[in-house]
């Protein structure tokens, strides 16, 4: 029995004594303990090693005191295991040498058996549940399949995606093979992650705001429709498409128990469009961890008022950003857990 | 008077006969002709020179045939007129190489005299009014004060702008002094526009987007208010704060003539949010003109079917990509130009 199960009963719509909190890349670079480990071994040896990603899962638990750990890895783990070259370099971000762009592309990328290719992931997971001695749970995540389209596609990082939505637009027969082979392979990665262990489920549509609300009902979310119906009985999951602010009542109505929203939408707006049967997460600006501590500390607790008692995991809006001092990320996650309602 | 006075009629909000269109950055990129002049002078001497910035400007009306003009320059000319360095390098970006970080910073910052400062700009418009002789309107444009204030604090282009929200939230009565003093200039800017002949104006703030909605009020909007309101009575003035459809509301009552809007919302929900006394303009996404042709014409009628007839006008969401072909974009102002309701 897991000894701080907040988030789980948030997640159910069980009244809590406080509203749970963890962040978004919370293990990541703004922790100088995490920058000693990256200096030492590649961003793939990190993933691939339970050990490392292990260590890695569990340091803002101990030194932020977040009330979930979520998984060290990437999304572009799964594009790997489907047969494609990622390159993860350090502040520069991912590169697929040879993207998908025609047909005949398709040729090079598989539904691969996740336990030869992602076996890692599992005995990581097995390994961070055992340290984590049920103290929290663990969140796993994989990323939503339009958002690995994206970087398999354009290749890499980019502001519009156009390459990926001009692929998408000029052949989508293509496309939606594609997308399908992606929610195939996702599906079978989620439900091995929730057989190691993991608590819970998170999919990532980092790209999914970038999309016309038709778009993402098209490219999107009739993928992710089929990703949570295939897990949502086993452990709760968390959507997060972020901008995609138009579609929460349909992301809502797909049995998600949690949907992330991002800064740039009022709680209380998002609330109206989501409806009341759904745990909303978020929506710290990353940037104002950037503020003085004061101003955190106030600006914490004027979200938590604009959320309200229950159905609510505070969280930030993104990931957080690796010029945050770590005295802030505290002062972020101890104002949550001082206050009440 | 004007042989093509469409968007004129349109911001009113009167009907016309049909939909007009112009695209953002239609003097840019993806046009060979440009691409010549601006391989011979560099991009200020391109802007500063006012036969060179009229050539840029008249190009997509003789090319692609749009019912607008608009001014060709650059939203940065504002903070060099204000004491700033700016470098525009191509294809890397602003580069602005003595940002503003500090409260001693802004003795580096004044309000000028915009007719010694920007006077290239009004004998630019000059010259364009005299060859476009009455063909269509010419816009004139600013950038919002949030969105100078992102660039003459961050530096750079930027995914989120955290160092200039960062100053924002660490020293607000120093941000408020910036913003207040971009605002000036850029009222005495505007003013001088529509002394040298602009027809419209129409205000960038590309990076509203990236606020909270209520950060957005008070970061951008108040300042948006104070220069809608000197120079409405004098044209009809277009506010565009890409991504922030929260605010359509709020900004529909400034007494701005229209709202512009990128395609990350449902043209009747933006309807829904602006009201019915604002013209809206947009909102077709830019990769999508990447797309067949076929299929360009059919996603623009269904853009037109979404907004109906009257206070609408055809644009994109965001400017135009440099990879797009010329045909497309004809493609795309041909369509608008000859469907009927």
Redesign the interface.
């Known amino acids: 029995m897991l000894k701080n199960d907040l988030i789980l009963r948030t997640l159910r719509g069980e009244q809590t004594e406080r509203t749970p909190v963890w962040m978004m890349r919370q293990a990541g670079r703004y922790l100088p303990e995490y920058i000693v480990i990256r200096n030492k071994y590649g961003f793939f040896e990190r993933c691939q090693t339970p050990e490392l990603a292990c260590e890695i899962t569990i340091q803002p638990v101990d030194i932020v005191g977040v009330d979930a750990a979520i998984l060290f890895s990437d999304i572009l783990v799964v594009p790997q295991a489907m047969g494609l070259e990622v390159q993860l370099k350090e502040n520069v971000g991912p590169l697929l040498p040879d993207p998908i762009k025609l047909a005949s592309d398709m040729a090079r990328v598989r539904v691969p058996d996740v336990d030869e290719t992602l076996g890692y992931v599992f005995d990581a997971i097995k390994l961070i549940k055992q340290e984590l001695n049920d103290r929290v749970p663990l969140i796993g995540f994989a990323g939503a399949p339009w958002t690995l389209l994206c970087y398999m596609v354009q290749g890499k990082g980019s502001?519009?995606?156009?390459?990926a939505?001009?692929f998408c637009?000029?052949q989508p027969e293509v496309a939606h093979q594609l997308l399908q082979m992606i929610t195939d392979t996702t599906i079978a990665y989620l439900k091995g992650q929730i057989k190691a262990g993991a608590d819970v489920l998170q999919l990532f549509d980092s790209w999914g705001?970038?999309?016309?609300?038709?778009?993402f009902e098209n490219l999107s979310l009739r993928y992710i429709r089929q990703i949570v119906a295939a897990v949502k009985d086993e452990v709760p999951t968390i959507v997060f498409a972020k901008?995609a602010?138009?579609s929460l009542e349909a992301m809502a109505a797909t049995g998600a128990a949690g949907l992330g929203i991002d800064?740039?939408?009022?709680p209380k707006?998002a609330r109206k469009f989501a409806g009341n049967n759904v745990t909303l997460q978020g929506n710290f600006?990353?940037?104002?961890l950037?503020?003085?501590i004061p101003?955190i500390e106030a600006e914490v607790k004027s979200m938590l008022q604009a959320f309200g008692p229950g159905r609510h995991i505070a969280n930030l809006g993104h990931g957080i950003?690796p010029?945050v001092p770590v005295a802030h990320a505290q002062a972020f996650v101890n104002t949550v857990k001082e206050f009440r309602f």
Do not use: Q, R
Request: hydrophobic share 40%; proline share 9%; glycine share 6%.
């Open positions: 502001k519009t995606f156009d390459e939505k001009a637009y000029a705001g970038l999309l016309s609300p038709t778009d901008g602010w138009h800064w740039c939408i009022d707006m600006d990353p940037a104002k950037l503020s003085p101003v950003l010029n």
